[in-house]
């Protein structure tokens, strides 16, 4: 069996990238070493480009008002870079789709595995289930992947920050005038 490389990695991708900007070629391709991709060919200033192109698109995702808008905006990324799927055995690990072209350059990869993904993630969990974290000073985002569907932080630091801030906020005397 072969995993859909579409799912939850591709989402996480989407949002460290996203968190974390790459800044050239060779930090875009260790981005992607760190998520476990193979790369073909090495990355190339275009593929900077397109993958920073898309990630604007995604964070229009991210920030959507409602379940329509945030289709639309899904579904423009979609048009935009995913193809007809298709059965593929290109490295002789196993049969899986694929929802691109063969042979694309690195960015045009990276659009198209974050466009399914990030489709897949959110009809398959949730449309709710893309956010950026509660913290009013944190923007970071992230692809609630828990069991509740109710993740409203990045990370355990905020989760705990926001905590404490509530519970002094509790404790505070009431100022009288």
Not at 32 to 61: F, N
Not at 153 to 158: I, Q, R, T, V
Request: with cysteine; glycine share 6%; hydrophobic share 40%.
């Amino acid at each position: 069996m072969h995993l859909n490389p579409y799912g939850t990695d591709a989402v996480n991708l989407a949002a460290d990238l996203a968190n974390r900007r790459p800044t050239d070629p060779d930090d875009l391709a260790n981005h992607c070493r760190a998520a476990g991709l193979t790369l073909e060919r090495p990355a190339e200033p275009v593929d900077l480009a397109i993958l920073l192109a898309a990630l604007d698109a995604w964070e229009k995702v991210v920030d959507a008002t409602g379940e329509q808008e945030r289709a639309e905006a899904v579904n423009s990324m979609l048009a935009a870079s995913a193809a007809h799927p298709r059965l593929t055995d290109h490295a002789g690990d196993g049969w899986h789709l694929h929802y691109r072209e063969d042979q694309l350059p690195l960015g045009a990869l990276l659009a198209s595995l974050i466009s399914v993904g990030t489709a897949l993630h959110l009809v398959g969990r949730g449309m709710h289930r893309l956010r950026r974290c509660e913290v009013a000073e944190c923007t970071t985002i992230f692809a609630d992947t828990s069991r509740t569907g109710r993740q409203r932080y990045c990370s355990h630091p905020c989760a705990n920050r926001d905590a404490v801030r509530r519970h002094r906020a509790r404790a505070r005397p009431c100022a009288k005038g």
